[in-house]
T-cell receptor
């Protein structure tokens, strides 16, 4: 079946540190992959996406590359800020609008 | 573009009463909306898929008589938690997809924090 596995959090970093949040998936066929971010008390916002192998999604300094060979879509940012503190969800879409979410990874960035 | 508005953002109700949550797509038409429930420190659990003009499709284990979903127009879906109990307290999030693109991301409302006392 289809599923998404994320690294467990929380992840605590100092400001300007490098961030990696691992995400791997299992899927039949070729899903599209997404990262969503949830700030405290809010819904989810799309952060970035990639629709085919080797695509790189990027937004607000965050990047993730769709790696078919390793079935991964790791989220990276070169220099995190306090304002990046949130919960990050990796997700895949398959079979038209059927979304599968990872369990979420909470990021805490300290000044 | 693609804004989804959810109302109310917070609601407190007494046990046994019913609560209605609205989800609106403000600048696009959504033939399909999704309702999720989020438990503390857990991922989102898809409750049901709401299709305009037809009955909702519920995920396994979700009581359709307890969580009533109505998708009366292309821009509005409602979730009614009937006879609420404290265990129904949770964060409920709706989402919608623009049509015609199987790679289209979901657009989420800001969620509703339901507390049943």
């Amino acid at each position: 079946g289809n599923s998404v596995t994320q690294m467990e959090g929380p992840v605590t970093l100092s400001e300007e540190a490098f961030l990696t949040i691992n995400c791997t998936y299992t899927a039949t066929g070729y899903p599209s992959l997404f990262w969503y971010v949830q700030y405290p008390g809010e819904g989810l916002q799309l952060l970035l996406k990639a629709t085919k192998a080797d695509d790189k999604g990027s937004n607000k300094g965050f990047e993730a590359t769709y790696r078919k060979e390793t079935t991964s879509f790791h989220l990276e940012k070169g220099s995190v800020q306090v304002s990046d503190s949130a919960v990050y969800f990796c997700a895949l879409i398959y079979n038209f609008n059927k979304f599968y979410f990872g369990s979420g990874t909470k990021l805490n960035v300290k000044p | 573009g693609a804004v989804v508005s959810q109302h109310p953002s917070r609601v407190i109700c007494k046990s046994g009463t019913s609560v209605k949550i609205e989800c609106r797509s403000l600048d696009f038409q959504a033939t399909t909306m999704f309702w999720y429930r989020q438990f503390p420190k857990k991922s989102l659990m898809l409750m049901a898929t709401s299709n305009e003009g037809s009955k909702a499709t519920y995920e396994q284990g979700v009581e359709k008589d307890k969580f009533l979903i109505n998708h009366a127009s292309l821009t509005l879906s409602t979730l009614t938690v009937t006879s609420a109990h404290p265990e129904d307290s949770s964060f409920y999030i709706c989402s919608a997809a623009t049509t015609g693109d199987s790679n289209s991301p979901l657009h989420f409302g800001n969620g509703t924090r339901l507390t049943v006392t």
